[in-house]
Protein backbone atom coordinates (compact mmCIF):
# COMPACT_ATOMS: atom_id res chain seq x y z
CA UNK A 1 0.00 0.00 0.00
CA UNK A 2 1.29 3.56 -1.05
CA UNK A 3 2.45 5.46 2.37
CA UNK A 4 0.49 8.45 3.23
CA UNK A 5 2.76 11.86 3.54
CA UNK A 6 -0.05 13.71 4.57
CA UNK A 7 -3.44 13.59 5.94
CA UNK A 8 -6.10 15.98 6.53
CA UNK A 9 -9.00 14.65 8.59
CA UNK A 10 -12.45 16.88 8.75
CA UNK A 11 -10.14 19.95 8.94
CA UNK A 12 -12.18 23.54 9.09
CA UNK A 13 -10.43 26.66 9.62
CA UNK A 14 -12.02 30.39 10.44
CA UNK A 15 -10.59 33.59 10.55
CA UNK A 16 -13.23 35.53 12.79
CA UNK A 17 -16.46 34.82 10.27
CA UNK A 18 -14.87 33.78 7.12
CA UNK A 19 -14.43 29.84 6.98
CA UNK A 20 -11.12 29.56 4.88
CA UNK A 21 -11.58 26.14 4.98
CA UNK A 22 -14.69 23.94 5.68
CA UNK A 23 -14.40 20.97 6.85
CA UNK A 24 -12.15 19.50 4.34
CA UNK A 25 -10.08 15.94 4.58
CA UNK A 26 -7.37 14.79 2.04
CA UNK A 27 -4.87 11.91 2.08
CA UNK A 28 -1.61 12.76 -0.09
CA UNK A 29 0.12 9.42 -0.85
CA UNK A 30 3.82 9.10 -1.99
CA UNK A 31 4.89 10.17 -5.73
CA UNK A 32 2.09 11.79 -6.08
CA UNK A 33 1.79 15.33 -7.87
CA UNK A 34 -1.13 16.96 -6.19
CA UNK A 35 -2.69 19.57 -7.64
CA UNK A 36 -4.91 22.65 -5.99
CA UNK A 37 -7.08 24.84 -7.98
CA UNK A 38 -9.41 27.16 -6.67
CA UNK A 39 -10.60 31.06 -7.58
CA UNK A 40 -9.24 33.64 -5.10
CA UNK A 41 -9.99 33.20 -1.77
CA UNK A 42 -11.13 29.22 -1.63
CA UNK A 43 -9.36 28.07 0.14
CA UNK A 44 -5.65 26.55 -1.07
CA UNK A 45 -3.25 28.83 0.86
CA UNK A 46 -4.95 27.98 3.86
CA UNK A 47 -4.80 24.50 3.96
CA UNK A 48 -1.03 24.40 2.40
CA UNK A 49 -0.19 26.69 5.71
CA UNK A 50 -2.18 24.23 8.00
CA UNK A 51 -0.54 21.46 5.93
CA UNK A 52 3.09 23.06 6.96
CA UNK A 53 2.38 23.71 10.04
CA UNK A 54 1.76 27.83 9.71
CA UNK A 55 -1.51 27.83 10.56
CA UNK A 56 -3.65 25.84 13.29
CA UNK A 57 -6.92 24.21 12.55
CA UNK A 58 -9.60 25.37 14.26
CA UNK A 59 -11.67 21.65 14.16
CA UNK A 60 -10.07 18.64 12.33
CA UNK A 61 -6.43 17.24 12.69
CA UNK A 62 -3.65 17.86 10.02
CA UNK A 63 -0.99 15.10 10.07
CA UNK A 64 2.31 15.40 8.38
CA UNK A 65 4.46 12.27 8.05
CA UNK A 66 2.29 10.82 11.01
CA UNK A 67 3.24 14.03 13.40
CA UNK A 68 2.11 17.29 13.92
CA UNK A 69 2.99 19.79 11.05
CA UNK A 70 5.01 21.42 13.51
CA UNK A 71 7.13 18.96 14.86
CA UNK A 72 10.44 18.82 13.77
CA UNK A 73 10.40 15.20 12.92
CA UNK A 74 7.76 16.40 10.06
CA UNK A 75 9.48 19.65 9.14
CA UNK A 76 12.73 18.10 8.31
CA UNK A 77 11.32 16.15 5.45
CA UNK A 78 9.62 18.98 3.98
CA UNK A 79 9.71 22.00 1.90
CA UNK A 80 8.01 24.82 1.04
CA UNK A 81 7.30 27.96 -1.37
CA UNK A 82 4.94 30.44 0.14
CA UNK A 83 2.93 33.03 -1.90
CA UNK A 84 5.10 35.14 -1.14
CA UNK A 85 8.93 35.18 0.09
CA UNK A 86 10.85 37.44 1.89
CA UNK A 87 14.66 37.67 1.39
CA UNK A 88 17.31 39.05 3.29
CA UNK A 89 18.66 41.68 1.12
CA UNK A 90 21.87 41.92 1.40
CA UNK A 91 22.72 38.10 1.41
CA UNK A 92 23.99 36.80 -2.20
CA UNK A 93 22.08 33.63 -3.73
CA UNK A 94 24.46 31.42 -3.05
CA UNK A 95 24.25 32.39 0.88
CA UNK A 96 20.37 32.02 1.08
CA UNK A 97 20.93 28.13 -0.08
CA UNK A 98 23.75 27.78 2.22
CA UNK A 99 21.58 29.35 5.20
CA UNK A 100 19.00 27.22 4.56
CA UNK A 101 20.63 24.13 3.89
CA UNK A 102 22.28 24.53 7.69
CA UNK A 103 18.51 23.48 8.63
CA UNK A 104 18.76 20.51 7.10
CA UNK A 105 20.89 16.87 7.57
CA UNK A 106 21.39 16.29 4.05
CA UNK A 107 20.97 19.13 1.84
CA UNK A 108 21.68 19.27 -1.67
CA UNK A 109 24.85 20.65 -2.72
CA UNK A 110 24.64 24.45 -3.62
CA UNK A 111 26.30 23.83 -7.19
CA UNK A 112 23.37 21.02 -7.84
CA UNK A 113 20.53 23.46 -6.72
CA UNK A 114 21.36 26.49 -8.75
CA UNK A 115 21.96 23.69 -11.94
CA UNK A 116 18.85 22.45 -11.71
CA UNK A 117 16.75 25.83 -11.40
CA UNK A 118 18.85 27.64 -13.65
CA UNK A 119 20.23 29.94 -11.35
CA UNK A 120 24.00 29.74 -12.31
CA UNK A 121 23.94 33.25 -13.11
CA UNK A 122 22.56 34.77 -9.78
CA UNK A 123 24.34 33.00 -7.07
CA UNK A 124 26.94 35.92 -6.28
CA UNK A 125 24.38 38.77 -6.91
CA UNK A 126 22.63 40.01 -3.81
CA UNK A 127 18.53 39.10 -3.33
CA UNK A 128 17.34 42.22 -3.21
CA UNK A 129 18.95 42.95 -6.84
CA UNK A 130 17.61 40.27 -8.12
CA UNK A 131 14.29 40.61 -10.62
CA UNK A 132 11.12 39.44 -9.47
CA UNK A 133 11.22 36.73 -11.39
CA UNK A 134 14.75 35.71 -10.23
CA UNK A 135 13.67 35.85 -6.74
CA UNK A 136 10.70 33.54 -7.38
CA UNK A 137 13.17 30.88 -9.19
CA UNK A 138 15.39 31.22 -6.24
CA UNK A 139 12.34 30.94 -3.28
CA UNK A 140 10.82 28.06 -5.04
CA UNK A 141 14.83 26.39 -5.14
CA UNK A 142 14.88 26.92 -1.71
CA UNK A 143 11.84 24.73 -1.16
CA UNK A 144 13.74 21.69 -2.29
CA UNK A 145 17.52 22.61 -0.75
CA UNK A 146 16.55 19.73 2.09
CA UNK A 147 16.04 17.06 -0.74
CA UNK A 148 12.40 16.72 0.86
CA UNK A 149 10.25 14.25 0.52
CA UNK A 150 6.88 16.34 0.18
CA UNK A 151 6.74 20.00 -1.21
CA UNK A 152 4.24 22.23 -0.65
CA UNK A 153 4.47 24.80 -3.65
CA UNK A 154 1.84 27.76 -3.76
CA UNK A 155 1.34 29.47 -6.83
CA UNK A 156 4.96 28.90 -7.43
CA UNK A 157 5.05 30.19 -11.41
CA UNK A 158 2.70 33.35 -10.88
CA UNK A 159 4.50 36.42 -12.61
CA UNK A 160 6.93 34.48 -14.67
CA UNK A 161 7.38 34.67 -18.38
CA UNK A 162 6.77 30.99 -20.03
CA UNK A 163 10.46 30.54 -20.85
CA UNK A 164 11.44 30.68 -16.92
CA UNK A 165 7.83 28.80 -16.00
CA UNK A 166 8.40 25.65 -18.65
CA UNK A 167 11.92 25.29 -16.91
CA UNK A 168 10.50 25.47 -13.12
CA UNK A 169 8.63 22.22 -14.51
CA UNK A 170 11.07 20.37 -15.68
CA UNK A 171 12.27 21.03 -11.67
CA UNK A 172 9.43 19.45 -10.45
CA UNK A 173 9.01 16.58 -12.87
CA UNK A 174 12.43 15.46 -12.46
CA UNK A 175 11.85 15.57 -8.49
CA UNK A 176 8.65 13.99 -8.68
CA UNK A 177 10.30 11.28 -11.35
CA UNK A 178 13.02 10.73 -8.74
CA UNK A 179 10.01 9.55 -6.37
CA UNK A 180 9.38 13.35 -4.66
CA UNK A 181 6.16 14.08 -3.67
CA UNK A 182 4.52 18.07 -4.45
CA UNK A 183 1.31 19.24 -3.98
CA UNK A 184 0.97 22.60 -6.08
CA UNK A 185 -1.67 25.27 -6.10
CA UNK A 186 -2.14 27.33 -9.10
CA UNK A 187 -4.55 29.38 -11.20
CA UNK A 188 -3.04 28.19 -13.91
CA UNK A 189 -4.90 24.92 -15.56
CA UNK A 190 -2.42 24.22 -17.99
CA UNK A 191 0.14 24.57 -15.03
CA UNK A 192 -1.93 22.05 -13.30
CA UNK A 193 -2.54 19.95 -16.65
CA UNK A 194 1.14 19.78 -17.08
CA UNK A 195 1.99 18.98 -14.12
CA UNK A 196 -0.08 16.82 -11.80
CA UNK A 197 -1.58 13.78 -11.63
CA UNK A 198 -4.77 14.00 -9.41
CA UNK A 199 -6.38 17.50 -8.90
CA UNK A 200 -8.59 19.30 -6.37
CA UNK A 201 -11.05 21.82 -6.84
CA UNK A 202 -11.71 24.06 -3.94
CA UNK A 203 -14.46 26.44 -3.75
CA UNK A 204 -15.21 28.35 -0.51
CA UNK A 205 -13.15 25.88 1.59
CA UNK A 206 -14.64 22.44 0.57
CA UNK A 207 -13.11 19.93 -1.75
CA UNK A 208 -16.34 19.92 -4.87
CA UNK A 209 -13.97 18.14 -7.70
CA UNK A 210 -11.10 15.46 -6.95
CA UNK A 211 -9.94 13.46 -10.08
CA UNK A 212 -8.06 12.91 -12.49
CA UNK A 213 -5.85 15.49 -14.84
CA UNK A 214 -8.03 13.94 -17.80
CA UNK A 215 -11.28 14.35 -16.16
CA UNK A 216 -9.94 17.88 -15.62
CA UNK A 217 -9.37 18.54 -19.31
CA UNK A 218 -13.23 17.34 -20.01
CA UNK A 219 -13.94 20.42 -17.48
CA UNK A 220 -11.64 22.59 -19.74
CA UNK A 221 -13.70 21.86 -23.05
CA UNK A 222 -16.39 24.22 -21.32
CA UNK A 223 -17.19 27.58 -23.84
CA UNK A 224 -18.58 30.53 -22.39
CA UNK A 225 -21.80 31.93 -24.60
CA UNK A 226 -21.99 35.56 -23.90
CA UNK A 227 -25.08 37.90 -24.53
CA UNK A 228 -26.44 41.16 -24.08
CA UNK A 229 -30.16 40.10 -23.27
CA UNK A 230 -32.82 41.21 -20.48
CA UNK A 231 -34.36 37.74 -19.97
CA UNK A 232 -32.66 34.62 -20.95
CA UNK A 233 -35.13 31.04 -21.53
CA UNK A 234 -33.96 27.97 -19.58
CA UNK A 235 -31.88 25.91 -21.99
CA UNK A 236 -30.42 21.84 -21.98
CA UNK A 237 -26.92 21.85 -21.46
CA UNK A 238 -26.16 24.77 -19.48
CA UNK A 239 -24.12 24.19 -16.12
CA UNK A 240 -23.33 27.92 -15.16
CA UNK A 241 -24.55 31.27 -15.54
CA UNK A 242 -22.90 34.36 -15.10
CA UNK A 243 -24.86 37.81 -14.84
CA UNK A 244 -23.96 41.40 -14.59
CA UNK A 245 -26.76 43.85 -15.26
CA UNK A 246 -27.97 42.47 -18.95
CA UNK A 247 -24.79 40.75 -20.00
CA UNK A 248 -25.12 37.06 -19.59
CA UNK A 249 -22.81 34.06 -19.99
CA UNK A 250 -23.95 30.83 -20.14
CA UNK A 251 -21.21 28.03 -19.72
CA UNK A 252 -21.65 25.47 -21.97
CA UNK A 253 -20.04 22.20 -23.33
CA UNK A 254 -21.55 22.54 -26.71
CA UNK A 255 -21.46 26.02 -27.57
CA UNK A 256 -22.70 25.45 -30.81
CA UNK A 257 -26.12 23.57 -30.41
CA UNK A 258 -26.30 26.42 -27.34
CA UNK A 259 -26.15 28.67 -29.98
CA UNK A 260 -29.05 26.82 -32.13
CA UNK A 261 -30.91 26.72 -29.15
CA UNK A 262 -31.09 30.45 -28.46
CA UNK A 263 -31.96 31.42 -32.02
CA UNK A 264 -34.39 28.88 -32.47
CA UNK A 265 -36.24 30.22 -28.43
CA UNK A 266 -36.65 33.77 -30.07
CA UNK A 267 -35.99 35.42 -26.94
CA UNK A 268 -34.21 38.87 -28.04
CA UNK A 269 -30.29 39.11 -27.71
CA UNK A 270 -27.40 41.44 -28.53
CA UNK A 271 -23.49 41.53 -28.74
CA UNK A 272 -23.21 37.36 -29.35
CA UNK A 273 -19.93 36.47 -28.22
CA UNK A 274 -18.31 32.65 -27.82
CA UNK A 275 -15.23 31.88 -26.07
CA UNK A 276 -13.48 29.35 -24.35
CA UNK A 277 -14.34 28.47 -20.24
CA UNK A 278 -12.11 29.35 -17.85
CA UNK A 279 -11.47 27.85 -14.92
CA UNK A 280 -13.34 29.88 -13.45
CA UNK A 281 -16.20 28.70 -15.42
CA UNK A 282 -15.32 25.25 -14.69
CA UNK A 283 -15.69 26.31 -10.90
CA UNK A 284 -19.13 27.25 -11.21
CA UNK A 285 -20.15 24.64 -13.35
CA UNK A 286 -19.50 22.26 -10.07
CA UNK A 287 -20.72 24.73 -7.16
CA UNK A 288 -24.24 26.00 -6.39
CA UNK A 289 -24.27 28.37 -8.85
CA UNK A 290 -25.51 26.00 -11.42
CA UNK A 291 -28.53 25.35 -12.50
CA UNK A 292 -28.03 21.61 -13.89
CA UNK A 293 -25.64 19.18 -12.96
CA UNK A 294 -22.15 19.67 -12.95
CA UNK A 295 -20.11 18.23 -16.11
CA UNK A 296 -20.10 14.85 -16.88
CA UNK A 297 -17.96 12.68 -19.14
N1 LIG B 1 -4.92 35.88 8.01
C1 LIG B 1 -6.20 35.96 7.62
N2 LIG B 1 -7.09 36.71 8.29
C2 LIG B 1 -8.37 36.79 7.89
N3 LIG B 1 -8.88 36.15 6.82
C3 LIG B 1 -8.03 35.40 6.10
C4 LIG B 1 -6.65 35.28 6.45
N4 LIG B 1 -6.04 34.46 5.54
C5 LIG B 1 -7.01 34.11 4.66
N5 LIG B 1 -8.19 34.67 4.99
C6 LIG B 1 -9.47 34.50 4.27
O1 LIG B 1 -9.70 33.12 4.14
C7 LIG B 1 -10.24 32.81 2.86
C8 LIG B 1 -9.33 31.82 2.15
O2 LIG B 1 -8.11 32.47 1.83
P1 LIG B 1 -6.88 31.71 1.16
O3 LIG B 1 -5.75 32.69 1.11
O4 LIG B 1 -6.67 30.43 1.85
O5 LIG B 1 -7.45 31.42 -0.29
P2 LIG B 1 -6.67 31.00 -1.63
O6 LIG B 1 -7.52 29.96 -2.28
O7 LIG B 1 -5.28 30.66 -1.33
O8 LIG B 1 -6.77 32.35 -2.44
P3 LIG B 1 -5.78 32.97 -3.58
O9 LIG B 1 -5.96 32.10 -4.78
O10 LIG B 1 -6.36 34.34 -3.77
O11 LIG B 1 -4.41 32.95 -3.02
C9 LIG B 1 -10.40 34.14 2.16
O12 LIG B 1 -11.72 34.59 2.37
C10 LIG B 1 -9.41 35.04 2.87
O13 LIG B 1 -9.82 36.38 2.82
Known amino acids: MTEVLARASGVTRRYGD ?4 DDLSVEIPAGQLLGLLGPNGAGKSTL ?3 FVGLRKPTSGTVELFGHDPRDVRARRRMGMTPQETGMP ?21 RKELLAQFHLEDVERRQTGGLSGGEKRRLAIALAFVGRPDLVFLDEPTTGLDVEVRRALWDGVKAYNAAGGTAVITSHYLEEIEELAQRVIIIDNGRAVADDSVD ?9 KVTIRALEVP ?41 SSGSLEDAFLAYTTKAPTAAPTA
Do not use: C, K
Not at 18 to 21: I, R, T
Not at 253 to 268: E, K
Open 234 to 274: ALPGVVGVEQTGDVVSLITADSDQLVRDLVASGAPFADLEV
Open 89 to 109: ETLQAGEVIEFVAAHYPNPIS
Open 48 to 50: INM
Open 215 to 223: ALRRISGLR
Open 18 to 21: VVAV
